[in-house]
């Protein structure tokens, strides 16, 4: 008789692994017992050499779907158990050193036992099993233990109990099992707070079908709901969300559904359909008017709760079965995240109310109690990447090439996330959202101390912006000399270029090419279009754009036409404002002459809107990254140009486009200026890089920044670099924008060390 004690590390708790330990253990004739503890999943394994050689080989190559084994610790010394049979014993109190799995969509099973007639759970809007159901948004803490949940007010009843305990069920020890009998209800409530009597998926679907608009409860948090096809109810939604062009995601009931509506690709269909079902961005076929105006592309989503699916049942007749889901569906649904000016997501009941936006509310008392908006992604050639990070994919650790003392870092100020390491995983939390607003602030330290909380760490180092006002970089600061750690400022596109390197693990010096909106410089400037050598000890800036003015300050970020008129002041063709702009300029001017509220910016994102501005495709925006979004739209239609050649200098570093940008000043057709600026913009970048290879010898370049997700800039410059022989590192498990700052700043302070925090 052989005896071994396994440890298993990684993704191993609440994915149904015991279950699969148990049957593959009975399967091999081994006794021994299985158990939750704080560093993952320990087993205890005695029988037959040639079965135990089996079992673990099957251990690794059959673990269940949601698992993720990073590492087995093994103890062969052993001393049998003098025990018959196998069992699963109760959770060890070692200290917490595991992971929590993500949310995921209802799986196939689930499907079909929630339309069969004979299923004890047919419409049940709370079915899910060991392979699916919603997970970090509802735990509180590690272990994962229903205790732990917000299903540990519900008591399971016998039946659920019975199938709870059972190791050969599909429900072995899933902490959120329930039924009708036993687990949370729905209710429909009208905008008074009164609940509606009767069935409330029908109630909802009668109220959409009115044009109302419902805040649906969902599993990171809550949905503002309408028909996609009612323009009056979108008009509705956009003045009560103060979001009046903005782009809304929409849910359809499966991919049938969508092809009317916009192309998909075999990659895209798949990203749409998995289990992590993210807000996939498609490139639109026929319009749904109101929903995603002026915009190539439109942002689609599959049902993912149980809850959503039965809407989609409702609205087809309640057939039974599954097989309705393979045939087009008529019912498209607005689903944009429930929050008002740009605050976090409401996940209670009463924020829900409390916002004062929707006309219904279609409820259930399971608390949500970690905030997740949906991941917001795009198929890039066949690689998927992130525009926003959030439900599905959080708390996914990010693996880095070396252990470090745990590091907490606040990240950026637009699209926020914090990150904490622990030993050689960096854990980036969902998107937080713009630091403008108190709500988001709350948010961020909401989710710094709960991130603290469930990975068991205490941070040695802590890591924020280099800008001094930043809540993020107030709240390290405070965080740091409260606790007696260092704190260091990290530069804002030196975080940039050092998170792509931190997925990618690179460790020896890397051109990183940071293409960005603006951040705060080592020397007090505003950054944003840069050239710069990253390596273990720090970055040097190596080059720039040329500066502009931005008039203004922040207005200038939101009006392309400030852009546009500083550069025509930079060309001193200041008489082609009054007859473009309705404005003869005169103030603006004064400012920039003056330097009043008119700093330089070498950013990336201001060239675009300069450009933008000059062609008149956008003067003022109504969101953030619009101008540049229609230069995409307008070159991807135009077609591939050749660049100009004459269209841009390079003079010790520093990258102008003056030329360029007066050759666009004087463009009548929109189209080809759009497809010249991105074909010049890429033969220079390229120029640009290839000239610091050739002084340095460095053949590894990062593309980081917000401008990366711009993909015609991307994939024409990957391509380029590449055929010339750089191999080029882009961002993907993380956005290029400031969504993966955190990481960032982890890397950087991780591969500094102590003494270079202050
Ligand atoms: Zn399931
Ligand atoms: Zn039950
Ligand atoms: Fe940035």
Redesign the pocket.
Same mark, same amino acid.
């Given at each position: 008789m052989n005896a071994r004690r396994l440890r298993v590390h990684g993704q191993v708790q609440g994915v149904g692994f015991r279950p699969f330990v148990w049957r593959l253990a009975s399967e091999h004739s081994l006794a021994g017992w299985v158990r939750n503890d704080g560093s993952g999943v320990e087993i205890s394994v005695s029988g037959e050499e040639s079965a135990m050689d089996s079992f673990f080989e099957r251990l690794t190559l059959e673990s269940p779907a949601l698992s993720r084994i990073d590492r087995i610790e093994s103890d062969e010394d052993f001393p049998a158990p003098e025990m018959q049979g196998f069992s699963v014993l109760p959770s060890g109190n070692s200290p917490i050193a595991t992971h929590i799995p993500p949310d995921v969509s209802v799986c196939e099973e689930c499907l079909h036992e929630l339309f069969d007639h004979h299923s004890r759970r047919y419409l049940h809007p709370f079915i899910n099993c060991t392979h699916c159901g919603p997970r970090y948004t509802l735990t509180d803490r590690l272990p994962y233990d229903r205790k732990h949940t917000s299903m540990a007010k519900f008591a399971m009843c016998e039946q659920c109990a019975a199938e709870y305990e059972d190791p050969s069920d599909r429900r072995f020890h899933a902490q959120p099992t329930c039924c009708p009998e036993c687990g949370p209800k729905l209710s429909f409530l009208d905008d008074e707070g009164r609940e509606v009597q009767g069935d409330a998926v029908r109630i909802a679907l009668e109220w959409i079908g009115q044009g109302k608009i419902l805040a649906v409860k969902g599993v990171g948090g809550f949905h503002l709901v309408c028909d996609a096809k009612n323009l009056e109810a979108i008009s509705r939604l956009r003045a009560a969300k103060s979001r009046e062009e903005k782009p809304f995601a929409v849910m359809f009931a499966n991919c049938a559904s969508i092809s009317k509506y916009a192309e998909m690709s075999a990659s895209e269909k798949s990203l749409l359909e998995s289990r992590e079902r993210p807000v996939v961005l498609l490139r639109k076929k026929n319009e749904l008017p109101g929903v995603a105006d002026d915009v190539a592309e439109i942002g689609a989503m599959l049902p993912y709760a149980p809850l959503h699916y039965l809407l989609f049942h409702e609205a087809a007749g309640r057939p039974s079965g599954t097989s309705w889901l393979d045939s087009p569906q008529e019912l498209v649904l607005v689903a944009t995240s429930a929050n008002s000016g740009g605050e976090p997501i409401a996940i209670s009941n009463e924020e829900a109310m409390a916002m004062g936006i929707a006309e219904g509310f279609l409820l259930h008392d399971r608390d949500i109690l970690v905030r997740a908006d949906d991941s917001v992604m795009r198929v890039s050639g066949k690689s998927p990447g992130f525009l926003r990070r959030g439900r599905g994919y959080v708390p996914v650790p990010v693996k880095l090439p070396a252990s470090a003392p745990a590091i907490l870092a606040l990240g950026?100020f637009?699209k926020n996330t914090v990150c904490i390491t622990r030993g050689d995983e960096a854990f980036v939390s969902q998107h937080v959202g713009d630091l403008d607003n108190a709500s988001c602030c709350a948010m961020l330290e909401e989710t710094v101390f709960r991130m603290i909380d469930f990975l068991g760490v205490t941070p040695e180092f802590v890591a924020s912006d280099l800008h001094p006002d930043f809540h993020g970089t107030r709240f390290a600061r405070e965080f740091a000399s409260s606790r007696g750690i260092p704190h260091l400022g990290v530069q804002?596109?030196h975080a940039?270029v050092a998170a792509v390197m931190a997925e990618h693990g690179l460790t020896s010096p890397a051109i990183g090419l940071?293409l960005? $909106?603006? $951040?705060l410089g080592n020397d007090g400037g505003l950054w944003?279009g840069e050239l710069l050598l990253v390596g273990p000890e720090g970055f040097s800036r190596a080059g720039h754009f040329r500066e502009l003015s931005l008039p203004g300050g922040d207005r200038a970020s939101r009006e392309p036409w400030r852009m546009a008129a500083s550069a025509l002041h930079a060309l001193g063709r200041e008489d082609l404002v009054s007859e473009r702009y309705g404005t003869s300029g005169k103030a603006l001017f004064g400012m920039i002459d003056k330097g009043l509220n008119s700093p330089q910016t070498s950013s990336a994102g201001r060239l675009f809107d300069a450009a933008a501005g000059l062609l008149g495709v956008c003067e003022k925006m109504g969101y953030e990254g619009q101008a540049a979004m229609r230069l995409q739209m307008l070159a991807t239609l135009h077609g591939e140009i050749p660049a100009l050649e004459s269209g841009f200098s390079i003079e010790n570093g520093v990258l102008d486009f003056l030329p360029l940008l007066f050759v666009l000043a004087m463009e009548k057709d929109a189209m080809r200026g759009a497809a010249l600026f991105h074909s010049t913009l890429i033969a220079a970048l390229s120029e640009w890089v290839l000239a610091e290879r050739k002084k340095t010898g460095i053949h590894d370049v990062v593309f980081s $920044? $917000?401008c990366f997700l711009n993909t015609v800039l991307s994939s024409g410059l990957r391509r380029r670099l590449m055929d010339s022989g750089m191999k080029v590192f882009e961002a993907s498990k993380l956005p290029p924008?400031?969504g993966g700052?955190s990481l960032g700043q982890c890397y950087v302070v991780m591969q500094k060390g102590v003494g270079s925090c202050v």
């Open positions: 950026g637009y804002h596109h940039h940071a960005d $909106g603006t $951040g944003g $920044g $917000g924008n400031d700052i």
